[in-house]
């Protein structure tokens, strides 16, 4: 049959075109084979010259067979019938329109046009799918290959870039598809296999993952428009619809793309239903089917998202359909419904003009959003949160929701997420910039002109009400104004059918004429006409002979009658009633209502005018009262932020800096507070942290405002300078290291230091305090450019050292401070060849140091201490023989002291009276004794060692230059010693030994200077009756401290008395200081402190706060430098995790922090705390130990140490002594993250805790963690879960015995278990017996004293103890006295690192 004559069906697969099908119906003749596909697709092409696009009807097999064999054939071929195609369907579309204008057209020439179309399309749409499959694989095998020579490949793999070709061919087909073709088929009815062939093709192309790329633009573009068209012609909507929702279920990359291509059918195609519709699709979708299809959920959200950013208007009137999906289980629905809703605020709903329906609807998606503020899910919660910023941001936030929406950003600020915390922050930045307010939010200063603004509304009240109370109401125009509807009624009332009625108001018969006539009152007045008519008839007939209801006219009418005396009534009473109390009016007013009506003296421009400032003064102290609230949440988020300086998380930090950051720039005045305690994490190893502090300070100060540099160098200085009130020694030293960063990176103008300059010279007018503060600024700069003092010390000494009355001394410390500053402190490198930097004896800043240090002395001044401290450091740091100086020094300040105690000895008094000494002298004399002996120790391990190795380097350099080269070479053993190292290393060892016999020989010894101070001091400390002075005490014992640190031996003579003056002294601030100087004792003499180690651990326990908080600093750097044994009296750190003190809490969180990222250290230590907590002689209390162990076990994080610490703890049940101690062990094993391991060590060890089942506490904790395990297990563990809760359920109920009973009860099923607990309680028997976990042996019984403060003191039965394996010494026990018997004794040496182990 002739191919014109059939009739061609879009087939559904390529193979039914082969197969023979209905009548007429096409089908392919021939596939026709490779070789012979070249010349028919000649043959095809000759053939459209000659007919046009009707010539597909006779060579369609040709198009046919190049699709079967596309994989094979050569891509020229390809190229070239792809090409071809388009010409025929160019041809065709061009051709179209003149045959369906063509009224005469016949049926036969329609269906062979229409037959070529389904042809040229099919051929062109499966061509088209070919190419794009094929583009799809080979960007597979790129992937796989790597990205370089990508385009290459492509093009070498058919010749031409496919993504180039793709657009040409969909604008063909939308072309096509713009034509009125529909008049080609019967009854002008699209089939709809037509249209599905065409959309097929865009669809497939949208699968393609690159797609959504930027270069793939214009193929979207031409893809949405091909699909449009067939939205508004061909009826396509809901097929798309179908396939819009399948695609977003499969395809992650599509929403973006799909979102592009919906929003422009619905605003330039006008197909604004096609979005109801898929979001109809959207909605109906199950929740439970969404929460296990992540990836469809995924899509969805993206895409409702996406569009509600696009086209809100049009999505919100279907956002009710959505509403389910808050309900849902997936978190990424919610968010996308939540998200939409805040599109839908800014973009919709936005504006003061909303109508009341448009105003609902916006409260009711803020009011969702702040429900799911409170979100299950911490994502959901981040998200509400940073929408809520959007909105803020954009000034769409009602200032009605301000309050609240504040408010739950401060809550959120105690979320457990990280992320939600950061939001928090995030939204309440924006709420300070975005506030409609003020610029400058201190509470303080807003709550003065909200009293006095409010104490003015009330008084404009109180003015109001006693104008309406003075303005008089006329009963005329109110009688007037209610009589035309009383006539209304009273006509009612008087037709016969009226009559009838039952009558409601009766009168008493006690009542009186008056007390009717008010009842009458009342009722008009309240428009109760009709009671009031009845009851007035009622008093006629009742009161005949009294007025006023005696006179009633007969000649008028019943009407008249009753209107008159109703009036007489009503008229005479108010005026009575107005005049015998004006007030009552004035109460019933509202707020804000103002009645001038009928006040002949209140004009109405002043009525109005009254009124709207009323209006004005309310709606001003509404604004302040809102600000001053605000300014209080703001300040309640401040302090929380605050403690979240020091998280863990980089990003929290960051956000929480750039918050103070903006608080102080707004005035807040507890930002100051922020801003100054961000100061330390200038020396956090995190680089985005140092930098974003270093931003926050270059923010708030490097750019002040001014107009001109002076005068923002003023600004600048005046703003460091208030960081500097009060600060302490650790912020100094923050701020010092900030400003040395700016210094070295140019950051400060010269301008800056120019001012500061002429402030300290007192060029420019300033206070003392100025001048102190510019000197310690330059001094702060001077770090990063030395040359900053140095050029101008000449200026400085001037400055601070000149000799003047009275001498400023902190003024001289600070200038002795900025000097120091230009010496190297740290000990020469061995790589410095040039002698370091000094100055001569006779320099003049010496001179005046001296000159001022011992002129100072002889005055009782407090600031020379601190100064004369400075001052010796100085002279050590920077003079050539400053041991020479400070002699001199010395011995002046000696010589003054005896002088003074000659003049203070009477020649004339009894001899036998012993001459008293100033105890300011004597402090002042024994504090620089000290500062000196210190400082001549580091002079020598320091400068002096320093100097030896330097001039030793040099020398061994000048004699390798002189050496004869075969010299070198003579001895091998000498060669191979320099080749080791060995020769630098003993030469080291050599200057090392020197100093040290100094020390130990010279400095305190013979005829020393320093030695001739050690007898007084020791009789200073012995005697603290006699010198009971607590300034000279503190002295004293610092410079013993000093003293022990210069000697090993005389350390080791005084360390007993220096320990009972930590033990007995009543002065807090001593025993601070002694704890800070053994503290560097054990550094420095490790192996002597030794021994008295639990004396510095009872310090932790100390009454006094400053005690505690000084023994916890102490401790913390002797431990994790290793310079102390960390023994089981570290529970005693663990106990200031409680501490009444925040800052000490703290610092023992900060230390066990820092100890859990040392090896194991916190899991070997926790047997020992666990023990000495519980222990109900010397333990804590229950709370608190619960607290305790909470945060020591949240270290726990190895599975490992978790199993083994489940293994002893339950093995710990056997020795425990009481029901507490069941308890605590129980609540121990709560804490832990148990796992399935951890599952079965309890399972093994159930007979150690089976019987403490019984106690409530015990089994709770034990259900707890059955709880912990249920959530996390998975399907093969729950067996497992189940056993222990029903071992444990039956213990708790009937005792160890039931156990048996249950394992009968099981059968077989159970035999494996019952005989892998029989084997390992045999195992735990045997353990206990060979003693082998030396952690929770119970010894024999022991006698110990216990350290209670209201220990009584009696006779005790022996008990059994609980023996600490890590303890080496039962020393800790504090006694009244310290005898020789009592000094502890030297225990194995702690080894310290040798220097020659860092020598490279």
């Not at 003061?352 to 959003?369: G, K």
């Not at 060890?1245 to 403490?1252: H, Q, R, T, Y």
């Amino acid at each position: 049959m002739s191919p014109q004559l059939c009739e061609f069906h879009l087939p559904l697969t390529p193979e039914e075109l082969l197969k023979s099908g209905g009548v007429n119906q096409y089908v392919v003749q021939e596939v026709l084979s490779v070789r012979n596909l070249p010349s028919q697709l000649k043959a095809f092409q000759a053939a459209f010259r000659a007919q046009g696009p009707l010539a597909m009807l006779e060579h369609f097999d040709t198009v046919y067979s190049i699709l079967h064999h596309f994989r094979s054939i050569d891509p020229g071929l390809k190229e070239d019938a792809l090409e071809f195609l388009i010409k025929v369907v160019s041809r065709h579309a061009q051709e179209l329109p003149a045959v369906l204008d063509d009224a005469t057209l016949s049926v036969s020439d329609r269906s062979a046009h229409l037959n070529a179309l389904k042809m040229n399309c099919y051929a062109l749409v499966r061509l088209l799918e070919s190419f794009e499959t094929m583009t799809t694989q080979t960007n597979l095998v790129d992937l796989d290959l790597g990205g370089k020579g990508k385009k290459a490949r492509a093009k070498s793999a058919h010749g031409f870039d496919w993504e180039e070709e793709r657009q040409p061919i969909l604008q063909l087909l939308t072309q096509l598809l713009q034509l009125d073709i529909r008049h080609l088929w019967n009854h002008s009815i699209i089939e709809e296999e037509f249209v599905s062939l065409v959309t097929g093709c865009c669809y497939r192309l949208l699968e393609n993952p690159t797609i959504s790329h930027q270069k793939n633009r214009s193929t979207r573009e031409a893809i949405t428009r091909l699909l449009g068209v067939a939205l508004t012609h061909y009826n396509h909507m809901l097929s798309a619809t179908v396939k819009i929702i399948q695609m977003l279920q499969h395809f992650e990359h599509l929403a973006p793309v799909l979102v592009a291509a919906v929003s422009l059918w619905a605003t330039d195609y006008g197909m604004k239903s096609i979005v109801g519709e898929i979001v109809r699709e959207i909605g109906q979708k199950c929740p439970q089917e969404l929460s296990r299809d992540p990836t469809g959920a995924k899509g969805f959200a993206a895409f409702l998202t996406e569009l509600a950013e696009r086209i809100p208007a049009i999505l919100m009137s279907s956002m009710c359909i959505l509403l389910d999906h808050l309900d849902g289980e997936n978190y990424m629905m919610r968010n996308a419904v939540l998200a939409a809703m805040a599109e839908m605020i800014l973009q919709v709903l936005n504006g003061d003009q909303l109508e009341e329906a448009a105003r609902d609807t916006r409260d009711q998606f803020l009011d969702t959003l702040q429900a799911h503020g409170h979100d299950v899910n911490s994502f959901v919660r981040s998200r509400v949160l940073q929408l809520f910023t959007r909105i803020v941001q954009q000034k769409a936030l009602p200032l009605t929701r301000f309050q609240a929406v504040v408010a739950l950003a401060v809550g959120r600020l105690a979320d457990k997420s990280v992320l939600v915390c950061k939001n928090a922050i995030q939204l309440l930045a924006s709420f300070l910039t975005n506030n409609p307010f003020s610029c400058k939010l201190s509470d303080t200063d807003l709550a003065g002109p909200l009293q006095k603004e409010t104490q003015k509304l009330q008084e404009m009240r109180a003015q109001r009400q006693t104008a309406v109370a003075s303005a008089v109401l006329d009963p005329e125009e109110e009688w007037e104004a209610m009589l035309p509807e009383l006539k209304s009624t009273l006509r009612q009332l008087l037709t016969p059918p009226q009559e009838e009625e039952e009558i409601p108001e009766k009168i008493a018969t006690t009542e009186t004429t008056e007390e009717v006539k008010g009842r009458i009152r009342q009722l008009l007045a309240k428009a109760s006409y009709k009671q009031a008519i009845i009851l007035t008839r009622e008093a006629l007939s009742h009161f005949q002979e009294s007025e006023p209801f005696n006179h009633m006219d007969p000649e008028e009418s019943e009407e008249t009658r009753f209107l008159n005396l109703l009036g007489t009534i009503f008229k005479g009473a108010s005026a009575s009633t107005q005049e015998k109390s004006p007030p009552a009016s004035a109460e019933n007013m509202g707020p804000g209502q103002t009645d001038y009506k009928d006040n002949p003296s209140v004009s109405e421009p002043e009525k109005s005018k009254g009124k709207d400032e009323l209006v004005k003064q309310e709606m001003l102290v509404q604004y302040l009262q809102d600000a001053y609230n605000f300014s209080l949440k703001i300040t309640e988020a401040i302090g929380i932020i605050s403690k979240m300086m020091y998280e863990n998380t980089t990003t929290v930090v960051q956000e929480v800096i750039e918050f103070f950051v903006m608080a102080f720039q707004f005035g807040v005045p507890q930002a100051l507070f922020g801003v100054r305690r961000m100061l330390p994490l200038i020396w956090s190893k995190e680089p985005g942290i140092r930098e974003a502090v270093l931003n926050a300070y270059r923010q708030l100060y490097l750019n002040p405002k001014g107009d001109s540099a002076r005068a923002k160098a003023q600004v600048l200085i005046q703003n460091l300078s208030l960081l500097l009130v009060d600060a302490s020694v650790g912020t100094i030293q923050c701020l010092e290291e900030i400003l040395c960063e700016f210094v070295q990176k140019d950051e400060l103008k010269p301008a800056v230091t120019q001012l500061l300059w002429e402030r300290a010279t007192e060029k420019v007018p300033c206070s003392p305090l100025e001048r102190c503060s510019s000197v310690m600024l330059l001094g702060m700069m001077s770090r990063g450019k030395p040359e900053i003092v140095g050029s101008n010390l000449d200026t400085l000494v001037s400055i601070g050292l000149e000799e003047k009355f009275p001498q400023d001394y902190r003024l001289a410390q600070q200038v002795c401070l900025a000097i120091a500053n230009i010496s190297d402190r740290r000990k020469p490198s061995l790589g410095k060849r040039n002698p370091p930097f000094r100055l001569p004896q006779e320099h003049r800043l010496f001179e005046r140091l001296q000159e001022m240090v011992t002129k100072g002395f002889v005055h009782p001044d407090p600031l020379w201490i601190p100064f004369k401290e400075v001052a010796v450091t100085l002279i050590y740091q920077l003079a050539e023989g400053p041991e020479v100086i400070c002699a001199q020094i010395l011995q002046r300040c000696a010589k003054q002291a005896l002088e003074k105690l000659v003049e203070k000895s009477n020649p004339q008094g009894d001899p036998k009276e012993t001459p008293m000494l100033p105890t300011f002298l004597l402090m002042n004399l024994l504090s620089l004794a000290g500062d000196v002996a210190l400082q001549q120790l580091v002079h020598l391990e320091q400068a002096v060692s320093g100097e030896l190795c330097r001039r030793r380097v040099l020398r061994e350099e000048r004699e390798n230059k002189t050496k004869e080269p075969k010299e070198k070479n003579t001895s091998t053993e000498t060669t191979m010693e320099e080749e080791m190292g060995l020769v630098g290393a003993t030469a080291d060892d050599t200057e090392a030994e020197l100093i040290r016999n100094i020390c130990e020989m010279e400095l305190l010894g013979g005829e020393q200077m320093l030695a001739a101070f050690v007898p007084l001091l020791l009789k200073v400390c012995n005697n603290p009756g006699l010198y009971s002075n607590p300034e000279l005490c503190a002295a004293a014992s610092l410079t013993l401290g000093k003293f022990c640190m210069i000697s090993a031996t005389f350390c080791d003579s005084q360390l007993r008395l220096l320990f009972t003056m930590l033990e007995k002294s009543s002065l807090p601030i001593l025993r601070s200081n002694i704890m800070i100087a053994t503290g560097d004792l054990a550094i420095r003499f490790p192996n002597l402190v030794d021994p008295w180690t639990p004396h510095l651990y009872a310090r932790l326990r100390d009454p006094a706060q400053q005690v505690r908080k000084t023994a916890g600093l102490v401790m913390t750097h002797l431990i994790l430098k290793d310079m102390v044994k960390v023994k089981g009296q570290v529970s005693e750190m663990a106990v200031l995790l409680i501490d009444p003190v925040p800052q000490i809490a703290a610092l023992a969180k900060n230390f066990f922090n820092e100890l859990s990222h040392k090896g194991n250290a916190i899991y070997n230590l926790l047997p020992d705390i666990i023990s000495r907590l519980s222990d109900p002689e010397g333990g804590v209390k229950e709370e608190p130990f619960h607290t305790i162990m909470k945060q020591l076990l949240s270290y726990i994080t190895k599975d490992k140490q978790t199993e083994s610490l489940v293994e002893k703890l339950c093995q710990r049940f056997r020795t425990a002594r009481t029901e507490r101690q069941y308890r605590d062990l129980a609540y121990c094993v709560s804490q832990l993250p148990l796992t399935e391991r951890g599952l079965r060590k309890m399972l093994d060890n159930f007979e150690c805790f089976g019987d403490k089942l019984s106690d409530e506490s015990v089994f709770s904790a034990f259900l707890s963690v059955v709880g912990k395990l249920r959530r996390g297990a998975k399907p093969e563990s729950k067996a497992v879960v189940d056993e222990f809760e029903q071992k444990l359920r039956a213990c708790h109920t009937r005792g160890l015995d039931a156990i048996e009973e249950l394992e009968i009860g099981q059968g077989d099923s159970q035999k494996t278990p019952a005989a892998k607990k029989q084997s390992s309680v045999s195992r735990h028997q045997h353990l206990a017996s060979a003693a082998s976990d030396n952690d929770f042996v119970t010894p024999e019984p022991r006698r110990t004293a216990r350290r209670q403060p209201n220990t009584q003191q009696q006779v005790r039965k022996k008990k059994p103890k609980i023996v600490f394996s890590s303890d080496e010494s039962s020393e800790e026990e504090l006694s009244a006295e310290m005898t020789e018997d009592e000094t502890p004794k030297k225990t194995t040496p702690i080894r310290r690192a040798s220097s020659r182990k860092h020598r490279s």
